[in-house]
Structure formats: C-alpha cells, structure tokens
C-alpha cells in the first residue's frame, strides 16, 4: 500500500475535522459508548489540543480514503518540560489515531 501523506496547520483544521473524526470513530468504534472515548468527548479535546497556535497534522490516505493520522502542537509556556513516563516532553504534545487493517 502507497500512502499520501497530507500536512495540515490550525488554518485547516474546520475542513478537516470530519476526517479526523471518523478516523477516531472507526478506530474506537467499540468503545464510543464509553464517556471518555466518546466522539464528543474526543471532539473536544481536538478543540482544546488545536486552540493555540502552532498546531500541526499529518493524515495519512491510501487513494482517497484516510487511513491515519498524527498531531501535535506546542505546550503552553508553562507546561513546557513535561514529563510522561520516563522520558521528557519537550514542547510537544501529540495524539496518533489509525485504525486497524487486515494485512
């Protein structure tokens, strides 16, 4: 499979949040009953990762059908340092969402 990958900033975001939504409710399909994973509840936090400036996206097709995608965009001044686990955020924060393919 040959992928298209397609960068996006916070300019494009309103034409393209419908992809990134059924991406999600594909890959969560099972669990949108679920508060948390919810596609409102996702829905608003794409809201509150995207409100600052500096947000990215790479959505990645096969032909014309998306298939995945990643994001990201700069912590606030005063999260900057953050750390998850055992390794060091610096400056980022990201969320990667592709649903499961048969091989």
């Given amino acids: ?15 393209i949040r419908h992809v990134l939504l ?6 969560y399909a099972g669990q949108l009953h679920v ?11 794409l809201t509150n990762h995207s409100r600052g ?17 990643a994001y990201a965009a700069p912590l606030p001044e005063d999260r900057a340092g953050l750390v998850r686990g055992d390794r060091r955020v610096q400056g980022q924060r990201a969320a990667l969402h592709q649903p499961a393919r048969p091989a």
Avoid: K
Avoid at 4 to 13: A, F, I, P, S, Y
Avoid at 22 to 27: F, H, K, L
Avoid at 35 to 45: A, G, I, K, M, V
């Fill in 53 to 69: 400036t500096g947000w990215e996206a790479v959505i990645g097709y096969a032909g014309t059908e998306a298939v995945g995608y």
């Fill in 22 to 27: 059924d991406v999600y409710a594909e890959v």
């Fill in 1 to 15: 499979m040959i992928l298209d990958l397609r960068h996006c900033t916070d300019g494009e975001l309103p034409g």
């Fill in 35 to 45: 508060p948390f994973t919810s596609l409102e509840r996702f829905d608003q936090r």
